[in-house]
């Protein structure tokens, strides 16, 4: 009997080591948007897979893999894809800049996406556009017009945003809110449609990767967040005000994503 569970023991050590180690993913569109986490693992070893560089390492004592996604759902969606098929991950953060929309957000503050939705999903006809209530894509059986993150993650992500000293922007700390994350395939600097997406869907931010990997990440049953700072209002003026503003609110949200990855077991 003793020598058939030793041989158990070994056989499960042996499965156990076969197995690949999980890492977490982290995700930015810009290269401003990873550079911070990137240097911030001293070393890490650089793979490209399909295209995409990937590079590996510790944050916070967590096995990582980063890489820039690219701009838009497309790249968003490429990325993913082979981030997916390539490495065994248990779960995965989205980072970087985007429009905010809440009328009390200013530039620099953040969101924590608790959901995403597509705005741009949908269907032109002689009234114009509508979004489609028909949302089943490939690979799922969800027509439901939200992505919720995972739940576990948002209250990680709520509890780690206490905790940050974040970079002071236009002279005023940011603040941070969870909700909504409006994603599509187009920079939005418009008064009216920025409006229209806070009204329609109560999104407090815009961004045009996030809703994508959400979508992939739940097909595949990967816990997923999207952090968001906002570099603009989206209105009139979020060229210029995103031009300023990139940097320092790409660097609060991977001060975010440090204190994210330091509260995760």
């Known amino acids: 009997m003793a020598v058939k569970k030793l041989l158990l023991v070994l056989l499960f050590c042996s499965f156990s080591l076969a197995l690949p180690a999980q890492s977490i993913a982290i995700m930015g569109a810009l290269d401003q948007e990873i550079a911070i986490l990137v240097d911030s693992m001293g070393r890490s070893r650089k793979v490209t897979k399909g295209g995409i560089d990937f590079y590996k390492g510790k944050l916070k004592g967590k096995k990582v893999v980063i890489l820039k996604a690219g701009v838009g759902k497309v790249n968003a969606a490429y990325s993913t894809a082979i981030l997916t098929q390539n490495f065994k991950l248990s779960s995965l953060i989205f980072t970087g800049v985007a429009g905010g929309l809440d009328p009390e957000a200013l530039p620099g503050d953040l969101v924590i996406g608790e959901k995403l939705v597509q705005y741009d999903f949908g ?10 209530p028909f949302r089943k894509l490939a690979g799922g059986l969800h027509d439901e017009l939200y992505v919720e993150s995972d739940a576990r993650l948002i209250l990680i992500s ?3 945003a206490r905790r940050v000293e974040f970079l002071p922007i236009a002279n005023r700390q940011p603040k941070v809110f969870s909700g909504v994350i409006a994603t599509g395939d187009i920079f939005v600097s418009s008064n009216e449609k920025a409006n229209w997406l806070y009204t329609e869907f109560d999104a407090l931010a815009t961004e045009m990767e996030g809703a994508a990997v959400a979508h992939i990440c739940r097909t595949l049953g990967i816990p997923f967040i999207v952090i968001r700072s906002c570099s603009d209002n989206a209105n009139n003026n979020a060229r210029m005000n995103f031009n300023q503003f990139v ?7 991977a001060r975010l994503v440090l204190a994210i990855l330091d509260g995760m077991e």
């Open 123 to 132: 269907k032109v006809d002689s009234l114009g556009f509508a979004v489609s």
């Open 158 to 160: 709520q509890e780690a």
């Open 247 to 253: 940097g320092p609110a790409s660097e609060n949200s």
